[in-house]
């Protein structure tokens, strides 16, 4: 269709829209037969744009909503379209007209698509998963080819092996005495309502007595304790009399069975001497005559410090022996706090009660406000042989007595135990607990609820959805499209591309999805609203139904393959989790984006013919279609209005006029333009003092009693006697794992194959070094800080020293005899030839350097690398003193840690590997060290992901709209939302962790959708700069608008979700997208509207 160019309308803006209507009749005339255009007629136009283009703002009207839509409408088949194999000969495309001439089969043809490729995918995965749990597993994530991993799976795969070989040759079978092993621990934490602290007052340690009293008074506890048996086992018969283990508690010295406070008081005296104190530091360990003592170490002492230390530690067993927590309150709790606080400063005596008073507590600062405790809960509930079971079999049993554990709790305590975590319950004290038995139950409960949180949020999508489309049937399809992109992605995922890997953080993609598809559902809908204004199109719904799905396939395939691209620059990082996430994301818009274009668009004809004229009387049903049609109707309402602008949507109009208008006046854009400088001006301030996380990673709110149990325990207690280090190993005889053909995103449970060396030596000299290096761990000064100590010892686990006295003593009956090394002066070599028969008896000894009746194959489980036959490598492991087996500590911390095990390792090479052949293998099992390279990886991967998503988006706006500028100012759109998400987490207090990490990395596909819209809206459009933005706007504003709302309320329930990763998503998600929407209107849009950069006319190459 030819029109007079917007430009030449313009110019005459003392015309009103029906005098232009009767201007000649240029145009009518050649409505149906548009005239060939002179060349020199072309250039002369194209020259008084150019000349547009380049007048001063104030030399030039505000463009109308009248000249947005001739413009609009001269922009479309401004060249007559050929036939070809996608279009007939109207130019219309084939495969829309083919869903225009049977929507309903169509549509039900891909609704039982989807269905069935969801059914598939139902067999392929869920029916095959473990316990029905589609989801890789967590745990043991980390970079294939970094050291530590590859020496972490050298030695874990190592051990899985040689157990593995033993099962199979029947060696693990063992008799289990009922309730002789450790089946759950419990802990209560205690925090001070007063000053004065817990133990200040008779009220806050009845308090806390209480809840102990819970289990102790209940006459059923002693069917779930952990009995203390003797130590020789041979002596139990069913007559026997077992207690339960006392719990581990401050409480045992305040309810003792006997108190003398006149012993009590002495050794208080004689610890008030500094000279004394250091005196028994100085001897330590050596002070006790049942424990080894280097010879070396002991010459340094005098025969009076000796001993001194002797009789003053027969004073101190003494008065701690009835410690029992069988008796009443002792009547001077002020003494007792006291004695605490010198006992703390001798080595050998803190182990006794360190570990329930906090950091704080010392002789100046007698007022603990934090305490903890621990009962114990045992296993097996009856007698029990595993011989002949095999691993799959023996760990059904252990599932059996969990819930059999787990069931007794929740039925006779767990009310109690919230009663006593109740704050009203006690006035000067607050209570805590968690329990492993029951831990789980508590995480469902709490993914439950962010789960009904998260419920709010979709409910919200569908109901704006509903609200915008005006059509139920419309709305359901829609979330139908979005819910089901998941599942039909999924088949993508698992079935055709074969990736087996799928993980936790995958679940994101709900929320991805319910944000985008929305999206791109309000643009294809808003385009379809749009189009009833344009007469020229409206000849038939095959024609009309082309422009839409041409006007919006275009628009939506960009945005979606730039976020697509985003999502799959997580490939760049070694970690299969977040490349799982990513590849699935990439899916799930892909996807949606198809489902879009398909379902939706096949929705969209049947309200047209069914529903779209009758939603106003009520009608829900498909009622037979419409005659005359919606279409006709519109084309009928334009040419009895005799071409006066239509009545559009309120909305829509405020974006084509006043937002347009706004972005137009060069005052605004001064001010937003020192607004937005300013902001990222302070954004990349505080970007820039980004840091990792220094601490523990919060797994809830920090006001979750759970959370607060976990911060408590995490920072307000010193590294006591009693709590239970990282062990690090120290091996020998391993080799490093071969990982040839792993990939773990094909294969997630293929870690590669253990190795070992083939010279691996354990003769008698090899035994002396290894026996001489724990010895040194154990007693060295030097290692103080960096080894756990108890009760003034190295927590070493050295199998050698308990292998030397079984081979010298033919058992481990006499403990005594095995700590004071006494069979040091026999020759306690062990020949290897003896190793096969004297190795299955050794491992069920029960070890001396465990008070619960742990056997030696238990404790040395991943020490002894014995496969049944040979000894296949033999390791030694130590305590951190910094580092716990349990939650995920900062990089910063690990790294020092790390640093120093990594010289240990070298001074263990350099005194054993030359007698035992090949290097040491240095490495935890509890994952800290790999999880301290994931740290940096996180920091590098959201880097890297943040610039190359950025620099994708740029590539993908110039190649599909060939204007460099535009691309550029896109992509400068997208970097300020980067900053200004960055910078508002520092400012909310965020320390860059592994969640922050991930979500930095996915910014640039978050943020991508507006400003392409916006950009290539503007780019498609006519006219001069102005006209451009205004049609713009015009077109998308409304659409663009919804898609903000959408994503911004939906996030905000994520905000209360307990879980922090998604409390942090939601955050997240709300601060990208409410950036990304004003960056997008009003800095990307203001720009161009103040450098006003020509465009060259479609088809002639770049249009800069």
Known sequence: NFLLPASIIASHHHCTPRKMQELPDVTDDFVDDPPTVPSTMQEEEEKKVDEADKTPDVEKAVVTPYDAIQASDNNYDAEPRKKSCWSDERGNLKVVNLVVRNPCKIFWLIIALVVAL????????????????????????????????????????ASDKVRGDRVDMGMEGKTTLKQSEVEAIQYW??????????????????????AYDIFLNDPGYEDY???????????????????????LTPLLMYYASYWDPEAVAEVIEELKDPAKIEALNKIGVCANPQVFCPPEIVETFTPEEVFFAFSFGLKVQNITSTWDMKGDLIDNITQATELASYMVLVDVFAGVVDFGFDQTFSVANPASQYSRGILFWGGPYTNRNTSGLSEEEAKEVRKADDDQLKNYILENYLEKMDKQSDPETHATLNSYYFMTAIIGDVILDIVTQDGLLALFSFAFVFCWIRLNTGSWFLAFVGFFEIFFSIPVAWFLFTVVFQIKYFSTLNTLALFIVAAIGADDIFIFMDAYKQSQYHLDILTDLE????????RTGTAMAITSATTCAAFLCTLITPLSSIQSFGIFAACVILIDYVLVMSLFCTAVVIYHDRYESRAKCGCCCPCGVQTPSVTENAKAAIEANNGEEMKRDRVSEFFRTKVSS??????????????????VGVSIWQATKIEPTKENEQFLDENHPLQKSISILDKEFPTANDDIGMKVYYAWGLGLVDRTGVNRLLEPDNFGVPTFESNFDFNDQCQVELLSFSDRLKTDPKYRGLIKRKNGVGQVYSFIEELAAFNVYGNLNNCTEVKKGDWRNAAWQVDTADLPEMMPKFLEQKTCFADDGETVASRYSKEVGWDGATLKYA?????????????????????????????????????????????????????????????????????????????IAFVVLLVSTRVFHIALFASLSI???????????????????????????????FSVDYVVHLAYAYEIASGDTYERITEAFGDLGISVFNGMITSVVA??????????????????????????????????????????????????????
């Not at 304790?225 to 719990?247: A, F, I, M, Q, W």
């Not at 706004?662 to 902001?679: G, H, I, M």
């Not at 090479?909 to 790999?930: A, I, N, P, Q």
């Open 118 to 157: 969801t059914f598939v995918l139902n067999i392929a995965v869920f029916r095959t998963a473990e316990n029905g749990n589609p989801f890789t597993l967590p745990g043991n994530e980390f970079d294939l080819m970094d050291v530590r991993s590859i020496q972490y799976d050298s030695m874990r795969l």
């Open 189 to 210: 934490v205690f925090e001070a309502s007063t000053p004065s602290g817990l133990f200040g007052d008779e009220q806050s340690i009845e308090g806390m007595k209480d």
């Open 225 to 247: 304790c952990l009995y203390n048996y003797p130590r020789n086992l041979s002596l139990v018969t069913e007559n026997t009399t077992v207690e339960c283990t006392s719990p």
């Open 543 to 550: 024609t009309r139904m082309s422009w839409v799905y041409r």
């Open 662 to 679: 706004f972005v137009q006046k060069p005052l605004n854009r001064l001010v937003l333009a020192v607004v937005f400088l300013s902001w």
């Open 875 to 951: 390791a030694i492991s130590a305590e951190s003193d910094k580092l716990d087996p349990f939650g995920r500590d900062s990089e910063f911390l690990t790294r020092q840690e790390y640093d120093q095990f990594i010289l240990l390792a070298e001074e263990a090479d350099e005194l054993v590997s030359v007698h035992c052949s090949g290097s040491v293998v240095m490495t935890d099992l509890d994952e800290k060290f790999v999880f301290m390279n994931n740290q940096s990886i996180y920091v590098q991967t959201a880097i890297q992901s943040a610039i190359l998503g950025v620099c």
């Open 975 to 1005: 970097t300020c939302v980067l900053i200004s998400v960055v910078g508002t987490m520092v400012m909310m207090g965020w320390y860059l962790g592994s969640i922050e990490s991930i979500l930095i990395g996915i910014i640039a596909g």
């Open 1051 to 1104: 996030s905000i329930p994520l905000f209360f979700c307990q879980l922090q990763f998604f409390a942090k998503f939601g955050t997240f998600l709300c601060l990208t997208i409410a950036f990304s929407w004003i960056f997008a209107n009003f800095g990307f849009m203001s720009l161009l509207a103040q450098l006003k950069i020509p465009l060259k006319e479609k088809g002639r190459g770049c249009r800069l």
